[in-house]
C-alpha cells in the first residue's frame, strides 16, 4: 500500500509566546493589537515567565471559543499545532494564577478595540442613509459560590428563584451584521433600563435604534436621543400619549418630556394555509417626517429587533452550549465576559469581510455555527496565525462559510414557545407544527389608537 507524508508549515511567536494565537482570527487580534492593550493597561510582565501576558489573553479567547473545555484542556489546543516546539504544559493552578494577574482590564480594553458595527460595503443594515442597531438585555448564570453571590443574586423565576446567581448583560448591536457596538453588564438586581442608560454613550447620529417596549421610558427615550441618534420603540397599546398634531398618513405627533415624537398605530396581518392572524404594533418614533420616513416602512422595519434576540442565541447557545460561566470570583467573571464578547467579535468580523467579498450576499446567510467550528479547527491546528506573503482577506473561515451559505431567511409565522423545557416534567405549550408555510404580511396603518 502506498504512503504520503504531508508536511505544514506554521508561522507564530517565538520562544514562550508560541502558544500565544487563536489560529485565523490572530489576524483580526494581532499581536501588535494585544501588547498595546496589555501596555495601556500596565498589565505586562515584569519578567518573562512561562506564560507571559500576552498568551494568557490569548488563552482566555481560546477558551471562549471551547467553552466546554477547562483551561488546560484548552491550552492544549493552543499548542496541539505547535508539536516541533516542545512546548511546556502549565499546571492548572499555574493557568490560574496567569489570569487573576492579568486582571479584567485589558479584556475590557481589547474589546474596545475590536467592538463597532462591522460596517459592510453592501450597504447591510441601513435604510435611508440610517444604521440599523438594536438593544437590549438577557441574562447569564454564574458559579454558585460565596464570593460570586456577594454581587449577583438568584432571580425568581416564575413560582421559584433560578438555581445559579445571574448576571445581566445589555447590548447594542448592528443589526445588518449582528456585531456588538458596545456592552455592560453586572448584577441581575440592576434592571435593563440602567443599563441601557450606560449605553447611551455608544449612540451615534446616523444610528436608528430599535427597542422593545421596556426601553419605552421617558427619561430613557430623550437621554438617548440626545445622542442624535433615531430612535424607533415599541410602547404599550394602552398608553396614555396626548395628540398634538396629526400627520397625512394617519400617524400623530406627540411630547415626550422635551421629546417630540411620531406615534404609528398599525394592525399586522399574516395570512398562511392555516389560517389569519391579526397582532397591533404601536410605535414611538423620532422620524417625524411621513414623506421621508413612511410608516409603513418603519413598521416592517420593527423587525429587524429581533437581530440582537439571534444574536444573543449565538453567544448562549452556540457559544457558551446553555453552561454556566466558569469564573468563581466577581474579577474572574468580568473578565471572562469580555473575553467572550472580543471572541464572538472576533468571529463576527470574519464573517463580514467572507460575505462582503461576494457583492449581493446578506450577512444574514452566513452560517455562525460554521464560522466557530472552521476557527477551532484553524485553532487547533494553529494555522494562518500570521499572515502570508500574499493577502488573504476571506481566509479559510471564510471560505468555510461561504461553501455553507444558509437559505434567504423566511417569514416568521409561529409564536415563541418553550420547545424543550429545562425540566422534562414542566414542558409548556402545544405540539409544535414544523411545517413550514407560504405567507403574506399586510400592514394597516390606524387613525387612532387601538
Same mark, same amino acid.
Given at each position: 500500500?502506498?504512503?504520503?507524508?504531508?508536511?505544514?508549515?506554521?508561522?507564530?511567536?517565538?520562544?514562550v509566546f508560541a502558544p500565544g494565537h487563536i489560529g485565523e482570527l490572530t489576524r483580526i487580534i494581532p499581536f501588535e493589537m494585544v501588547d498595546e492593550v496589555l501596555a495601556e493597561t500596565g498589565a505586562v510582565q515584569r519578567r518573562i515567565r512561562l506564560l507571559p501576558a500576552r498568551v494568557t489573553v490569548y488563552l482566555l479567547l481560546a477558551g471562549a471559543l471551547f467553552n466546554g473545555l477547562g483551561y488546560r484542556q484548552?491550552?492544549?489546543?493552543?499548542?496541539?499545532?505547535?508539536?516541533?516546539?516542545?512546548?511546556?504544559?502549565?499546571?492548572?493552578?499555574?493557568?490560574?494564577?496567569?489570569?487573576?494577574?492579568?486582571?479584567?482590564?485589558?479584556?475590557?480594553?481589547?474589546?474596545?478595540?475590536?467592538?463597532? #458595527?462591522?460596517?459592510?460595503?453592501? &450597504?447591510?443594515?441601513?435604510? %435611508? &442613509?440610517?444604521?440599523?442597531?438594536?438593544?437590549?438585555?438577557?441574562?447569564?448564570?454564574?458559579?454558585?459560590? #460565596?464570593?460570586?453571590?456577594?454581587?449577583?443574586? %438568584?432571580?425568581?423565576?416564575?413560582?421559584?428563584?433560578?438555581?445559579?446567581?445571574?448576571? %445581566?448583560? *445589555?447590548?447594542?448591536?448592528?443589526?445588518?451584521?449582528?456585531?456588538?457596538?458596545?456592552?455592560?453588564? &453586572?448584577?441581575?438586581? /440592576?434592571?435593563?433600563?440602567?443599563?441601557?442608560?450606560?449605553?447611551?454613550?455608544?449612540?451615534?447620529?446616523?444610528?436608528?435604534?430599535?427597542?422593545?417596549?421596556?426601553?419605552?421610558?421617558?427619561?430613557?427615550?430623550?437621554?438617548?436621543?440626545?445622542?442624535?441618534?433615531?430612535?424607533?420603540?415599541?410602547?404599550?397599546?394602552?398608553?396614555?400619549?396626548?395628540?398634538?398634531?396629526?400627520?397625512?398618513?394617519?400617524?400623530?405627533?406627540?411630547?415626550?418630556?422635551?421629546?417630540?415624537?411620531?406615534?404609528?398605530?398599525?394592525?399586522? /396581518?399574516?395570512?398562511?394555509?392555516?389560517?389569519?392572524?391579526?397582532?397591533?404594533?404601536?410605535?414611538?418614533? /423620532?422620524?417625524?417626517? #411621513?414623506?421621508?420616513?413612511?410608516?409603513?416602512?418603519? $413598521?416592517?422595519?420593527?423587525?429587524?429587533?429581533?437581530?440582537?434576540?439571534? *444574536?444573543?442565541?449565538?453567544?448562549?447557545?452556540?457559544?457558551?452550549?446553555?453552561?454556566?460561566?466558569?469564573?468563581?470570583?466577581?474579577?474572574?467573571?468580568?473578565?471572562? $465576559?469580555?473575553?467572550?464578547?472580543?471572541?464572538?467579535?472576533?468571529? %463576527?468580523?470574519?464573517? /463580514?469581510?467572507?460575505?462582503?467579498?461576494?457583492?449581493?450576499?446578506?450577512?444574514?446567510? *452566513?452560517?455562525?455555527?460554521?464560522?466557530?467550528?472552521?476557527?477551532?479547527?484553524?485553532?487547533?491546528?494553529?494555522?494562518?496565525?500570521?499572515?502570508?506573503?500574499?493577502?488573504?482577506?476571506?481566509?479559510?473561515?471564510?471560505?468555510?462559510?461561504?461553501?455553507?451559505?444558509? #437559505?434567504?431567511?423566511?417569514?416568521?409565522?409561529?409564536?415563541?414557545?418553550?420547545?424543550?423545557?429545562?425540566?422534562?416534567?414542566?414542558?409548556?405549550?402545544? *405540539?409544535?407544527?414544523?411545517?413550514?408555510?407560504?405567507?403574506?404580511?399586510?400592514?394597516?396603518?390606524?387613525?387612532?389608537?387601538?
Open positions: 500500500m502506498g504512503q504520503a507524508a504531508i508536511t505544514r508549515t506554521v508561522g507564530v511567536a517565538a520562544g484548552v491550552f492544549d489546543r493552543l499548542r496541539a499545532g505547535l508539536s516541533d516546539l516542545a512546548t511546556v504544559r502549565p499546571s492548572g493552578s499555574a493557568l490560574r494564577q496567569a489570569r487573576q494577574r492579568l486582571g479584567p482590564a485589558p479584556m475590557k480594553a481589547l474589546f474596545d478595540l475590536v467592538s463597532g #458595527p462591522a460596517a459592510t460595503t453592501a &450597504g447591510a443594515g441601513r435604510w %435611508r &442613509g440610517l444604521r440599523i442597531v438594536a438593544v437590549d438585555g438577557t441574562l447569564l448564570s454564574v458559579p454558585d459560590c #460565596p464570593a460570586n453571590l456577594a454581587v449577583f443574586s %438568584r432571580q425568581r423565576l416564575g413560582n421559584g428563584i433560578s438555581g445559579y446567581p445571574q448576571l %445581566r448583560l *445589555a447590548a447594542l448591536v448592528a443589526c445588518g451584521t449582528r456585531s456588538v457596538i458596545g456592552a455592560v453588564f &453586572g448584577p441581575a438586581a /440592576t434592571g435593563e433600563l440602567e443599563y441601557a442608560r450606560r449605553l447611551a454613550a455608544d449612540l451615534r447620529a446616523g444610528m436608528l435604534l430599535l427597542g422593545d417596549r421596556n426601553f419605552a421610558a421617558a427619561a430613557l427615550l430623550n437621554q438617548m436621543a440626545a445622542t442624535g441618534a433615531d430612535l424607533l420603540v415599541r410602547c404599550k397599546a394602552n398608553r396614555n400619549l396626548p395628540t398634538v398634531a396629526r400627520c397625512r398618513d394617519g400617524s400623530t405627533l406627540t411630547r415626550i418630556g422635551m421629546l417630540t415624537m411620531r406615534v404609528i398605530n398599525a394592525e399586522i /396581518t399574516i395570512r398562511t394555509a392555516q389560517g389569519t392572524r391579526t397582532g397591533h404594533y404601536r410605535l414611538l418614533t /423620532t422620524l417625524t417626517d #411621513p414623506a421621508t420616513h413612511p410608516a409603513g416602512e418603519l $413598521v416592517r422595519l420593527y423587525h429587524e429587533r429581533w437581530e440582537i434576540e439571534t *444574536a444573543y442565541a449565538e453567544l448562549k447557545s452556540t457559544i457558551l452550549g446553555g453552561r454556566v460561566l466558569r469564573a468563581r470570583t466577581p474579577d474572574g467573571i468580568e473578565q471572562e $465576559v469580555w473575553s467572550l464578547l472580543t471572541a464572538y467579535q472576533a468571529l %463576527r468580523t470574519a464573517m /463580514t469581510d467572507a460575505t462582503d467579498s461576494v457583492p449581493g450576499t446578506d450577512p444574514d446567510r *452566513a452560517g455562525f455555527t460554521t464560522a466557530l467550528t472552521a476557527a477551532r479547527d484553524q485553532l487547533v491546528l494553529a494555522a494562518g496565525v500570521i499572515p502570508g506573503i500574499d493577502i488573504d482577506l476571506v481566509g479559510t473561515i471564510g471560505r468555510h462559510v461561504l461553501a455553507h451559505l444558509l #437559505p434567504a431567511r423566511r417569514v416568521r409565522t409561529k409564536d415563541r414557545i418553550v420547545k424543550r423545557a429545562i425540566s422534562k416534567y414542566n414542558a409548556r405549550g402545544p *405540539a409544535i407544527d414544523r411545517t413550514t408555510y407560504k405567507a403574506t404580511i399586510s400592514i394597516a396603518m390606524l387613525t387612532s389608537g387601538p
